[in-house]
């Protein structure tokens, strides 16, 4: 694929020539996939008449909405359209989407809001202003009709992409009207649908992209190719904190294609007129690091540290009543400490960019969960104001979070810049995961008193983590808490005569960031692996427990009580199965995970979850369901293999061997189960699967075996041959 | 100096004998659906087909491939979506959709060897790591494509 380098000009001369959209993917055999183009991103100016910022409808009567987020697998080019075309009133799969410009959004008010994508929000956050643009568009082309006609606006009714006035019989496309209706001022907005009245929301929709991702058409940041450009390999500086001393670029320069050897933020780089030639060439390359003074560290020293941080300086991370009388009180004490190590996010598509930098602007492409940020990011490195900044939104071949800060985009700018041609910039998988920002390491302390009758009279839970807002100097933490290491402890649903957290915050040299889940992916281990325990301790049923001290929690229990039906909790299973529940609220949506687990020959193997999810309301059941099976499949590879560890202050894992994905063999079947309880929620839907299963899987491997797993990843655990 | 066929077409690239396919069909021929995700033949998102057997073109140097018939995700559905591709697309297999060309191309040659693979089949000759974890759908999907491929 060669891209035009001036693509907003193509496009402009494209809608010139063809009075349409430029951009279509053409799939032989499957018609429906121009609905999403295999290059999703869209163009910084309206190419047709718009009828509001997200909305484009098209002399050849299209309609294009402008998606304001990411496609990163969680299916929301689709679920965005769907609450669009919900209030349009058009039909759903034959609407165009494409990307919405960070460049539009900052130099036009923020048109877009916040084109984030992360902390499972893009349907719950954009929801009611998505639901706004398409109401507001569909009254418009309405008021324009009417004025055509000389009707009333009440007596004209928009439907399937047609406004009809009934009296009379006429009726117009929204191509038709479009022009006219770019230029209407309506008095007032109106008011959004409310969900009794969702005709398309709710519905299963299949999704816009997989036609072109079941046949290599979709374009990943890693696909684009520019006329002129260079592939540049990078190796970051191996212990965090250290910098580049020297490298003796007079081995590598002479070889086949090589272009320039170049430091670069965090490390240095071999560009050259292929990827391979350049990766090999930095592999030749004898490079002088100054390794800083992380340079002794290692994961022993971290555990160690992590465990003695739980004795304090402790900050207040919330609670209730008094933890100190409770815990005074004479009834039996549970205490247990669990430990988690630093995960890697490991997208399938390794970090990499491509930059065009000129004197007056800088063109990036790239998939990335952030873009506003990543034109900031663009403009510094390149020395351009970031309105010169144009970053062209690629499909994310996962994103997990990883994508959320973009350090591989800073090398690319700072390249093209020093070669004075577009760069892309590759990272090796080994770089991948030896240069991420990990989900943080920590130790948890939990303590819980329980009065005769085994109910809990206190809970204390003590964390030792590592601050993500202090690792990313995205703010400042307040009074030693932030909000991710409590998450999942603070707002603990069980009912206790006393709660109380207890945080130290506490960094090492390596970097930390959201992953998948965030503060819930080691907090729910620790709290349900706990709850079970104390269960046992106070000779009770895990799930007729949990009940118990649920009584005030009506949305829970609907979860629980779905899924001890669904799950067929209590029933007999084969002898070497065991079976282990867990229950979790994240990001507004609360889901529990049933495990049924194998052990033999001391191999864990997870052969079913049966998932209950209540987010309140369903914009599409298909990629919904699709989201919880792919946060079970992420939390059970953490649960099973993951594990970065240090030694030297180097990661010491850099592939796929030393760093596992669980495989086709090792996936479960899953059921998932939706348990909507409606109302005002919405919840979200990317990450709240992943939190239930560690612990699930850990209560399943207690109830087969008797053995307690207190730190993952399980490889770790020797649960007998 | 290689020649060989890519989706039917006779190829001649003035290469490193060393230099591994995946970079060959990336870099030099913009067949771009064949993907980089290990370098080690580990992840297995580089997976084409050639002379009918799956293989990591990311461990294949392209002096290896002399004279051999090359098939990626592009040829696969050049005359019409395959039945994997078809059955891909019913069962909603795809998610980030990074992995998915090779999971294809692995399933397609899967098939080809075994028209009617059980479930403990699929665990053994599907061994391509997806990040989002598709497995389940994809299981279903090549159970439907061997159903497809009957008829």
Not at chain 1, 229 to 251: E, H, I, Q, T, W
Not at chain 1, 458 to 475: D, H, P, Q, Y
Not at chain 1, 592 to 610: I, P, Y
Request: aromatic residues 6%; proline residues 5%.
């Amino acid at each position: 694929m060669t891209i035009a380098l001036s693509r907003r000009a193509f496009v402009r001369a494209g809608l010139t020539a063809a009075g349409g959209l430029a951009v279509a993917a053409l799939v032989p055999g499957f018609a429906a996939a121009a609905i999403a183009s295999g290059e999703p991103w869209g163009s910084d100016a309206a190419f047709g008449p718009e009828v509001g910022p997200f909305v484009v409808v098209g002399p050849d009567n299209s309609i294009t909405l402008r998606i304001a987020k990411a496609e990163m697998g969680q299916g929301v080019l689709t679920a965005l359209a769907m609450i669009l075309a919900e209030e349009l009133m058009c039909d759903a799969s034959k609407v165009r989407v494409e990307y919405a410009s960070a460049h539009r959004n900052l130099v036009d008010g923020n048109v877009y809001q916040s084109m984030g994508t992360g902390g499972s929000s893009s349907v719950r956050r954009s929801r009611v202003f998505l639901q706004q643009a398409g109401a507001s568009a569909r009254e418009r082309l309405i008021a324009a009709a009417a004025a055509q006609w000389g009707a009333a606006a009440e007596a004209c009714v928009a439907s399937g992409g047609v406004v009809r006035h009934e009296a009379s019989g006429r009726a117009a496309t929204y191509g038709e009207l479009a022009g006219a209706a770019a230029r209407i001022t309506l008095p007032t907005e109106p008011a959004i649908k409310t969900p009794d009245r969702f005709a398309l929301i709710g519905s299963p929709l299949k999704r816009f992209d997989t036609p072109l991702k079941a046949t290599g058409a979709a374009r990943f940041g890693i696909d684009v190719k520019l006329p002129g450009m260079a592939y540049a390999a990078v190796a970051n500086c191996p212990v965090f904190g250290g910098r580049l001393r020297s490298c003796d670029a007079s081995k590598v320069t002479a070889r086949r294609g090589v272009l320039a050897v170049l430091p670069v933020t965090n490390g240095v780089a071999v560009a050259a007129d292929n990827f391979w030639r350049a990766k090999e060439a930095l592999a030749a390359l004898p490079i002088d690091w100054d390794f800083g003074p992380a340079a002794s560290t290692d994961s022993a020293q971290f555990r160690a540290e992590y465990r003695a941080a739980l004795d304090g300086p402790l900050a207040d991370g919330g609670g209730h009543g008094d933890i100190a009388a409770a815990l005074a009180s004479p009834g039996k004490r549970v205490e247990a400490l669990y430990e988690v190590p630093y995960l890697a996010h490991a997208p399938m598509e390794p970090l990499n960019a491509t930059a065009h930098w000129t004197a007056d602007r800088i063109d990036v492409w790239m998939g990335t969960q952030f873009p506003e940020q990543a034109i900031q990011l663009a403009a510094q490195a390149g020395g351009v104001d970031p309105a010169k900044v144009t970053v062209h939104n690629c499909y994310l071949g996962g994103g997990f979070g990883r994508r959320a800060v973009n350090d591989e985009l800073t090398q690319a700018v700072e390249i093209s810049k020093a070669l004075g041609r577009p760069a892309k910039v590759v990272w090796t998988r080994e770089e991948d995961i030896r240069s991420d920002r990990y989900r943080p390491q920590a130790a948890l302390r939990m303590r819980a008193a329980l009065n005769g009758d085994g109910a809990p009279a206190g809970f204390e839970f003590t964390t030792a983590v590592g601050s993500i807002t202090r690792s990313l100097g995205w703010g400042k933490v307040e009074n030693g808490v932030e909000r991710q290491a409590v998450e999942g402890l603070a707002n603990c649903p069980y009912r206790a005569g006393a709660l109380k957290v207890l945080v130290n915050l506490r960094n090492t040299h390596v970097p930390v960031m959201f992953w998948r889940s965030v503060g819930s992916s080691q907090n729910a281990f620790a709290l349900e692996s706990f709850i079970d325990e104390v269960a046992h301790a106070a000779g009770r049923d895990p799930v007729e427990y949990r009940r118990a001290l649920l009584a005030d929690r009506p949305d829970f229990l609907a979860v629980l009580d779905a899924l001890a039906e669904r799950s067929g909790w209590g029933k007999p299973l084969p002898k070497d199965v065991g079976r282990g529940i867990a229950i979790h609220e994240s990001f507004g949506t609360i889901v529990g995970e049933v495990a049924e687990v194998s052990v033999r020959s001391g191999e864990v193997k997870v052969e079913r979850v049966v998932a209950c999810v209540d987010c309140g309301h369903l914009v599409n059941p298909l990629t919904a369901a699709m989201q919880i099976e792919s946060a079970v499949l992420y939390g059970l590879t953490a649960a099973l293999f993951g594990e970065i560890t240090i030694r030297d202050g180097r990661v010491e894992q850099g592939n796929f061997d030393s760093y596992p994905i669980a495989r086709m063999a090792d996936a479960p079947r899953i059921e998932t189960h939706f348990v909507l309880s409606g109302g005002d929620k919405w919840g979200g839907l990317g990450e709240p699967g992943t939190p239930p299963i560690a612990p699930a899987i850990a209560n399943a491997i207690f109830a087969l075996t008797g053995k307690r797993i207190r730190a993952l990843p399980l490889k770790n655990a020797a649960l007998g041959a | 100096m290689a020649a060989f066929i890519v989706n039917g077409r006779r190829t001649t690239l003035d290469v490193e004998a060393d230099m591994p396919l995946l970079w060959a069909l990336r870099d030099e021929l913009a067949l771009v659906g064949t993907k980089f995700g290990c370098g080690a033949g580990l992840c297995g998102a580089c997976t084409v087909v050639i002379d009918g057997e799956a293989v990591r073109s990311c461990q294949t140097p392209v002096g290896a491939v002399e004279g051999k018939t090359v098939l990626t995700i592009e040829g696969l559905g050049e005359s019409g979506l395959h039945a994997v591709q078809k059955a891909w697309i019913e069962a909603d297999a795809p998610q980030c959709g990074y992995c998915q060309s090779g999971q294809i191309m692995a399933a397609f040659a899967l098939l080809a060897g075994n028209p009617n693979p059980t479930d403990a089949d699929i665990d053994d000759g599907m061994t391509n790591i997806c990040r989002c974890g598709t497995y389940p759908r994809m299981r279903a999907a090549i159970h439907r494509a061997a159903a497809l491929i009957k008829t």
